[in-house]
């Protein structure tokens, strides 16, 4: 049998590290090459990894929740050559010991031979899963005997369990040394179990939010508390904390015990560094443009009773996109990237790209991402909301892919659905141009000397200075609100 390790990969342009948000195998389980293996979360999103091996799964390298370099195994793969089953231990072998799931009983004073873990996976006499037997309060078990020899005769010979009441009669007890290294046994027993049970990533969770895991109940198979008992326990909390006097808390617990430290790390990390990057390399300058999209939002009207887009979902964002392609493609410089030291010898250059990769900044549960839809000045109107569509399903479901998120040329960030009239945002990197959607709503607005409503909205963009002068940003915006004031130029 070879064990096979495999090693982190770079699942995207520079990844350096990421962690394992969850296994979805286990030791012992049977694996196909591109069976998914585990989910990471890296900087840019979550990946699923498939297993570059078949075989069977003997051990996970790195527990879930815990962040590992690109490099570092995390898991082992077995490849079940033929031959390769279980042998029986030899009559009067000592049975194997499998390394425990939470620690090894200390026996270092203790005349008895080798215990298995408290809790763990060692080996099993075959595949079928049995119920736990339960047993009286004080019982003390025997030690895991190993694989169970076919009949009585060839089992290995082994200490049995004395059960000794603990109300029985101090001599009564020490007339019998094997009673004696039970109880001995029993007494370290019973301080692990008294001892909460939690994974490692669990743990680090409880310690986040402050949280004695003595005091939660515990649901898990073996007793353990699981992530959804923390979850549980917080919200159980925070009502009572609600009750006590609200979110500033009424307690009389001391100000420092009563913040809430989140670790900032994946796509919170990443962007935070981009932003910083991006606001203090690129000089930013922004302009604002108020928009009649009346029109614009009788066309999406028009567009939702149509049978061609039927079961398409269809917004003002579908439009918007539409006019950034098309006034980009009439003002080339704002579809580019300024380059540092292009030559090699400290000479900066900027590229116009001639074509579209729009991106369209998303909020999720993981934080900000920003998926662009690759060459989107070839795709039809109907195309178009297609690949919207796709993108903010994927996004929400955390499934976006690094591919996904590189290589954009131009964002649009729609702060607009969460009522929001407009605001300056920060340019992605490798960009030098971002357009801020506000909100549609209905306002008074002057029409041929008439005061009426109007549907309205704000436009705001922000752009390199270096790249987009303020007269170049100002036609490329007026290009844009042309067009939700007018949709039919795009027919031009």
């Avoid at 090693?7 to 389980?29: F, M, R």
Wanted: net charge negative; hydrophobic share 45%.
């Amino acid at each position: 049998m070879t064990v096979k390790k495999f090693n982190l990969p770079d699942v995207g342009e520079g990844l350096t590290e990421a962690e394992v948000v969850s296994w979805k195998v286990q030791p012992g389980d049977t694996v196909a090459i591109n069976d998914v293996l585990c989910e990471i979360e890296t900087a840019k999103s979550l990946v699923e990894l498939p297993s570059p091996y078949a075989g069977t799964v003997t051990e996970l390298l790195v527990a879930e929740g815990i962040t590992v370099e690109v490099g570092t195994p995390i898991i082992a793969v077995s490849d079940n050559q033929p031959g390769d089953a279980p042998k029986a231990p030899a009559p009067g072998a000592a049975p194997a010991v499998a390394a425990p799931m939470y620690g090894t009983l200390p026996m270092d004073d203790v005349e008895t031979p080798a215990v298995g873990p408290l809790v763990g996976s060692g080996p099993k006499a075959d595949a079928v899963k049995r119920r736990p037997r339960k047993r009286p309060e004080g019982a003390v078990s025997a030690p895991a005997a190993g694989v169970e020899s076919p009949t009585p005769a060839a089992a290995p010979a082994a200490p049995a369990a004395v059960m000794v009441p603990a109300a029985a009669p101090a001599a009564e007890r020490a007339a019998s040394p094997a009673a004696s290294r039970t109880a001995a046994i029993g007494g370290t027993i019973s301080g692990l179990v008294s001892k909460v049970l939690a994974k490692p990533p669990v743990r680090k969770f409880a310690r986040d939010l402050g949280i004695d895991l003595a005091d939660v109940v515990a649901t898990g198979l073996r007793g353990e508390v699981t992530r959804e008992d923390l979850v549980s326990y917080q919200a159980q909390r925070d009502a009572e904390l609600d009750k006590a006097g609200g979110f500033w808390g009424a307690s009389q617990k001391p100000q420092d015990q009563r913040i809430e430290r989140i670790p900032v790390k994946g796509v919170r990390k990443a962007t935070a560094k981009a932003m910083v990057e991006s606001a203090f390399s690129a000089p930013h300058v922004s302009i604002f443009v108020d928009v009649d999209a009346s029109r614009t939002m009788e066309f999406v009207k028009r567009l939702k009773a149509s049978r061609d887009f039927e079961g398409i979902k269809v917004s003002p964002l579908l439009i918007l996109s539409k006019a950034v392609i098309w006034a980009a493609a009439r003002n080339p410089s704002v579809n580019a990237t300024w380059v540092e030291d292009a030559d090699g010898k400290g000479g900066a250059e900027i590229q116009v790209k001639h074509y579209m990769n729009l991106g369209i900044a998303a909020a999720t549960p993981r934080g900000l991402m920003v998926p662009n839809i690759k060459d989107a000045q070839d795709l039809s109107l109907k195309e178009l909301a297609l690949a919207l569509n796709e993108l903010a399903t994927t996004a929400r479901a955390g499934k976006t892919q690094p591919a996904e998120m590189q290589g954009g040329t131009l964002t649009i960030t729609n702060i607009g659905a969460l009522g929001i009239d407009t605001g300056t945002p920060i340019i992605n990197p490798g960009e030098v141009a971002i357009i801020a959607f506000g909100t549609i709503k209905q306002k008074p607005w002057v029409l041929d000397g008439e005061v009426i409503p109007r549907w309205i909205t704000t436009l705001g963009g922000s752009f390199d200075h270096r790249v987009v002068d303020g007269d170049l940003s100002a036609r490329f915006m007026a290009d844009v609100a042309a067009i939700l004031e007018e949709p039919a130029l795009l027919l031009d």
